[in-house]
């Protein structure tokens, strides 16, 4: 990784404090693996802690512009692959009016949908793998729009 072990096991046990990572038995006692818990980030219920609005604002912005690196860089590489993966990657946008209700329906459905796949192929677990599979990056943004001068 290009850091010392020192380091490594610091920021290690800092992402097991928070519970991204849990340590695993090891084949031996020098051997001191890890493993990954989430490959997932919500921030369901941040806003309601103090300076939570704060947090989830930047939080927002990382994985935005995360997301538009990842995309530029799809952008450089999309040519190389078959025609199939490159039909169902790329920019999907929409507008909808939807209520609250529909929303929350929405996007609770998305993430049933995706939950069954993580459950299925944890990120570290390669013999769940199916033959011909990649690791896909999705990243849904939610923006509720306000009323324009006609809606009001």
């Known amino acids: 990784m ?3 072990h020192g380091l490594a ?6 992402l097991g404090k928070y519970g991204f990572v849990r340590q695993v038995e090891g084949v031996d006692n020098r051997e001191r693996p890890w493993q990954l818990q989430h490959t997932s980030l919500s921030a369901d219920g941040i806003e309601d802690q103090p300076g939570g609005a704060e947090a989830l604002a930047v939080l927002e912005q990382l994985v935005a ?6 995309l530029n860089g799809w952008q450089q590489r999309r040519a190389s ?3 199939t993966w490159r039909r169902h990657s790329g920019v999907t946008t929409n507008s909808i009016y939807l209520t609250e209700a529909e929303l929350a329906e ?5 993430d049933a949908l ?4 993580l459950e299925q192929r ?3 677990d390669l013999a769940s793998r199916p033959p011909g599979s990649r690791a ?3 990243t849904l943004i939610v923006t509720p729009q306000d009323p324009t001068a006609a809606e009001s």
Request: net charge negative; proline share 9%; hydrophobic share 40%.
């Open 2 to 4: 290009g850091i010392s």
């Open 9 to 14: 096991s610091h920021h290690l046990r800092q």
């Open 65 to 70: 512009e995360r997301a538009v690196a990842e």
């Open 81 to 83: 692959w078959p025609p």
């Open 106 to 110: 929405l996007t609770e459905t998305f």
């Open 114 to 117: 995706l939950a069954r796949y």
């Open 122 to 124: 944890p990120i570290d």
């Open 136 to 138: 896909v990056n999705l």
